[in-house]
């Protein structure tokens, strides 16, 4: 990639400040001086140091996320705060996007990566990876409402949904534990809505084999251990274990 590009990628400051730094000779690529913010690089490959230090590059980030009420998930929005309005600069400036969404009312699990390829990977209908969800409603679930979301319901957009997992959690039958392998627009309180009821919370539990780090406040992240990651690559068209959204 291009030298000045991955200097400012890194946290070095603007393309503006970049290029002075490299007016001054303060960067080496192997040891030679360059200049050029033109000049191509392979960080993997090549030490670059800035002013005697080198560089420790990394190429794509993986965040988990406890998304907050009130936060959207998206990139960046003229009204609204988003999930990467949460990032420290130095996470950010790598430019991860949320795999999949959540609407604005909606917490928990969220994760953020710049690898494209992966997070297809987690969203593409044909990997079927499950997403579980804890929903509150207003009143008990019956047991044939919950047969019914179990074997698929009609949206009120015309559409089939595909057989989810329902748990009845509690004794007042209105904490629910669902899960699915779709992406459809606010799919799992359109689901509820098909058998009459509404959802008045809503929290992600689960994105595959990746589960919400319950120590993690709303509105916080941390980078997902090796454990987590290799999990989450080890997604394949077979897997049961669902990418859908809420």
Do not use: C, W
Not at 79 to 87: A, F, G, H, R
Not at 138 to 156: I, S
Request: proline share 4%; charged share 35%.
């Amino acid at each position: 990639m291009r030298l000045d590009k991955l200097l400012a990628n890194t946290g070095f400051g603007s393309r503006k400040e970049v290029k002075k730094m490299l007016k001054k000779g303060g960067v080496t690529i192997d040891g030679v001086t360059v200049k050029d913010g033109k000049a191509h690089v392979d960080p993997e490959k090549e030490e670059v140091a800035v002013f005697g230090d080198v560089l420790a590059y990394r190429e794509f980030i993986y965040l988990m996320m406890n998304k907050p009420q009130g936060v959207i998930s998206a990139t960046e929005d003229r009204s609204e705060q988003t999930v990467v309005s949460l990032l420290e600069e130095e996470d950010a400036i790598l430019e991860p996007f949320p795999v999949g969404r959540l609407d604005k009312d909606t917490i928990g699990l969220m994760l953020l990566t710049n690898d494209g390829k992966l997070a297809h990977q987690l969203t593409s209908p044909k990997k079927k990876v499950r997403k579980l969800y804890t929903a509150t409603i207003e009143r008990p679930l019956q047991d044939e409402e919950a047969e019914k979301l179990r074997t698929g319901v009609t949206l009120d957009d015309g559409y089939e949904t595909k057989p989810a997992t329902v748990e009845i959690e509690g004794e007042e039958d209105t904490k629910i534990r669902i899960g699915i392998t779709e992406g459809k627009f606010h799919q799992v309180k359109r689901m509820f809505e098909a058998v009459g009821h509404k959802v008045i919370f809503l929290k992600r539990d689960t994105i595959g084999p990746l589960k919400l780090d319950e120590t993690l406040e709303p509105g916080t992240y941390r980078e997902l251990t090796d454990e987590e990651l290799a999990a989450l690559r080890s997604v394949h068209a077979n897997d049961d274990n669902g990418a859908a959204s809420e």
